[in-house]
């Protein structure tokens, strides 16, 4: 029977620690003032992130901008460097043309002065 009453034991200790355990208890006297200082320091943490991360994603808009702004130059430079070489290739034909229409007039008048 030894063993049932070790066991009783345990148990009447058991249910000692778990009264004592749940007995009521005041709260700290700065209980009130330590949570509310966690919890502003939370919100300012949290509002450190956010000011951090409204700063990350406006840079990232302002270098898409800068960027694209970059390209649209040097793709309007591309295309008007690719309009002024059309141009100067359309007047060196036209040139050509009439230097040629020249030469054709120049060969009838000398083979007339002769």
Known sequence: MEPEKDNVDAIDDFELELRAAMRRKSAPPNLK????ERRRQARAEQHHRMVWFERMAASLVLAGVVGGALYWRHADEQRRGEEAKRKVFTALRITN??????????????????
């Open 33 to 36: 003032r330590a949570v509310m």
């Open 97 to 114: 043309h009439a230097l040629e229409a020249m030469r054709v007039q120049l060969q009838e008048h000398n083979r007339d002065a002769q």
